[in-house]
């Protein structure tokens, strides 16, 4: 039986899990998240630290949560528990945190949630600022999508050609930009039946674009 313990330490220290489980201690990870954060130290650890990192920022105040969500952002590692500690807090009244929040959760997971809300706060959100920088996630930030997750993004965008609201249409446009390099003619502050042909001509982009997937 020692000889066997010898063996599996000895295996498992050879594959990094002995490592891993040691150099992601939870004191560790909470004095490297600073402030200031120390991002190297953090990266060079492996996505190991990150449902630690999330179980430090459930149990943070806002400030601590802020400068976690930011952390997370950095290092855009897919995590579900730091989705799910994100998400709750998607309507938080902190604007510092709420923000940061919206940019990393399409950093930390391609789940269809993340690019729902985002569409939802970019196109209903009372707060001009929240839409616009629900906007810049969308164009930025959804990097764990596969092509599917990215077709339905962009018919989020495409339908918010269509809002009511002109900055609404302005970040689409811009959003939709930043994705295909393509405006196909739509301009935010055109009359409604020019708009409606551009949206139109956007819509058989999409339809083409899915049956090419």
């Known amino acids: 039986m020692p000889g066997m ?18 150099s992601v201690n939870e004191a560790d990870i909470l004095s490297l998240l ?18 630690v990192m999330a179980q430090i920022y459930t149990a943070s105040d806002e400030t601590g949560r802020t400068r976690i969500a930011s952390t997370f952002y950095q290092l855009g590692w897919p995590s579900q528990e730091a989705y799910e500690a994100l998400i709750g807090d998607i309507r938080t009244t902190n604007p510092k945190l709420r923000l940061q929040v919206q940019w990393a959760l399409g950093r930390v997971s391609g789940e269809d949630e993340v690019v729902d809300t985002l569409l939802g706060i970019m196109r209903n959100d009372k707060s001009a600022l929240f839409r616009d920088k629900a906007a810049c996630a969308l164009a930025y930030d959804q990097v764990h999508l596969n092509e599917e997750q990215k077709a339905d993004l962009y018919g989020g965008l495409i339908n918010g050609l269509n809002d009511p609201k002109p900055q609404v249409r302005k970040i689409s446009i811009q959003a939709l930009k930043i994705h295909t390099g393509q405006t196909r003619g739509f301009k935010a502050t055109a009359s409604e039946s020019q708009r409606s042909r551009s949206v139109q001509e ?12």
């Open 5 to 22: 313990i010898v063996f599996l330490c000895v295996f498992l220290c050879s594959t990094g899990t002995v490592a891993d489980v040691m």
């Open 34 to 51: 600073g402030p200031p954060v120390q991002t190297d130290r953090l990266r060079a650890l492996g996505p190991a630290v990150m449902p």
């Open 202 to 213: 956007w819509r058989e982009w999409l339809a083409e674009y899915r049956a090419n997937l």
